[in-house]
């Protein structure tokens, strides 16, 4: 059979969708039973099925099955070889279940089939217990340690993605070679580019691609198509824009959410940004820093606690903050190094945490300075908006690890009453150096990350959420990582030293 033209299946999708806002294809979450499930699939004619899961790195997995197959799915699980994927079981023991999670079903938008899509938890075919090694285990673990701790019940998160849209990418590595190059019709370098109708100018500068207008922003439409698909997915967008970097750094905002929900909300928010790039000839990466000399892509992490409906962050101390938010910020710093591994889990990470320029490496709190770890947005007086933002993750970050971990931090620090020190609202680029030292930083290599968790993860397996064999895997397949960045010559090693 021929498959659907491009511009026939465009149309075909976006006759399936309502306006911004509408949400006709998203399961609601108040409906969460097999025979709703099953009366969603008849509604939108489903002909196909989709369960997808996440592994250890944090890249989604999917496999599918035609329709008839979701009653048997849905009351039992979908088995998988969990051997052939990464951070999973050994191939001794490598027969494991797929169960999908009901209120997460949406009609994914990109299959010319209809098809539902589901996230997953993983289960062990024997035991009947969540696998301790899928990240959404570990993720639904640290809720039920936020609750059984009684300092609170709920704790939102709202996870600020920066990512670039790029027109092409390059890339290869050999024995004797290795090379990259990205481009963009917006990047500052095709001033000079020759083009078919000739080059009409409107490039963005380096660092000055923070909220331009249209024609040098070239992407509004396809961040608003993208929007579209998130808000019809169930995601509710907060706002949209360019940002710093030239060559198509973009933001989009989702609406916080309960833990669980939002690490599914940012693997479906990656998802589907890349495929609407993708439907439009153009791919999106959530690598922090793939352009030398112009900024990388953070992931800024809003954060608050909430017990039978009421916010627990807003109070009368620094910044409108409550006793606890100052513990929980006493948390975060000072397990920030060990976050820092599960956060920023690359060696690419750490191109953009360098001392010195845009990125928070300083590990110190304030309000409105952005150059410290942590900040606390004053856009509102409202309690409920009362929130801390943990500014050194980064977009490649697998949510369901970081997010559990910068929960079990905070609560660590809340539970041992622990004080941040001092605050400070002076720009940390103009600090006298002497008083800057006193600062501690960030780990300035993945190497150093690992490290630091190695010494301290307590507060990680103490409650049984991550455990010691995961961080153990875990450090072991990031050192090799590590290690064989070492060992690659560069581009950059040739230019300078191939005739020294």
């Not at 790195?57 to 599918?64: I, K």
């Not at 579209?228 to 706002?239: D, M, Q």
């Not at 039978?308 to 409550?322: T, V």
Request: hydrophobic letters at 40%; charged letters at 25%; one cysteine or more.
């Amino acid at each position: 059979m021929n498959p659907i033209p491009a511009m026939e299946l465009e149309k075909k999708l976006l006759s399936l969708r309502r306006p911004i806002g509408g949400q006709d294809l998203a399961f609601t979450p108040q409906m969460r039973t097999v025979e709703d499930v099953l009366a969603f699939a008849r509604k939108h004619e489903a002909t196909m099925f989709d369960l997808t899961f996440v592994d250890v790195p944090g890249t989604l997995q999917h496999t599918s099955k035609p329709v008839h197959e979701l009653p048997d799915v849905l009351r039992s699980g979908g088995g998988f070889d969990g051997s052939s994927i990464r951070g999973f079981k050994q191939i001794e023991e490598s027969d494991m279940l797929l169960m999908p999670d009901p209120r997460t079903a949406i009609i994914d938008a990109f299959k010319a089939d209809t098809t539902i899509s589901f996230l997953c938890d993983v289960k062990d075919p024997v035991s009947g217990e969540l696998f301790d090694s899928s990240p959404r285990t570990i993720a639904h673990r640290a809720m039920d340690a936020l609750r059984s701790s009684t300092v609170a019940d709920t704790a939102y998160f709202g996870p600020e993605a920066e990512f670039f849209i790029f027109d092409s990418v390059q890339y290869g590595e050999d024995v004797n070679t290795a090379f990259y190059r990205v481009d963009s019709d917006e990047a500052i370098w095709n001033t000079g580019r020759e083009e078919e109708g000739g080059n009409l100018g409107y490039k963005i500068r380096h660092k000055e691609g923070y909220f331009p207008a249209s024609p040098a922003d070239k992407q509004q439409d396809l961040r608003s198509q993208m929007v579209r698909e998130l808000e019809c997915a169930g995601i509710k967008v907060e706002t949209f824009h360019h940002e710093v970097a030239t060559a198509g750094q973009a933001e989009i905002d989702m609406e916080r959410d309960e833990l669980v929900t939002m690490a599914d909300h940012l693997m479906r928010y990656k998802y589907i940004l890349r495929n609407v790039a993708y439907r439009h000839g153009k791919t999106v990466t959530f690598m922090p820093k793939p352009l030398f000399g112009d900024n990388g892509s953070g992931m800024h992490v809003h954060q608050s606690l909430w017990k039978e409906g009421k916010p627990l962050f807003a109070g009368e101390e620094y910044a409108g903050l409550s006793p606890m938010a100052l513990h929980y910020i006493a948390g975060l710093l000072k397990h920030a190094g060990a976050l820092c591994a599960l956060g920023n889990p690359t060696t690419n990470s750490y191109k953009r945490l360098v001392p010195g320029f845009e990125a928070p490496v300083n590990l110190i709190y304030s309000a409105r300075n952005r150059s410290a770890a942590i900040r606390i947005p004053m856009y509102s007086t409202n309690p409920k908006t009362k929130r801390v933002e943990f500014r050194l993750p980064d977009p490649i970050c697998n949510p369901y690890l970081t997010f559990a971990a910068l929960l079990l931090a905070g609560l660590d620090g809340i539970e041992r009453e622990l004080l941040p020190g001092d605050h400070t609202d002076e720009n940390l680029y103009h600090m006298a150096a002497e008083k800057l030292a006193a600062i501690k930083h960030a780990p300035a290599t993945l190497g150093e990350a690992l490290d630091a968790l190695e010494a301290d993860h307590d507060f990680l397996t103490s409650r049984g959420v991550f455990s010691e064999a995961f961080l153990t895997a875990f450090i072991e397949g990031k050192r090799a990582e590590v290690n064989d960045e070492n060992m690659r010559p560069t581009a950059h090693e040739f230019f300078k030293y191939f005739d020294a």
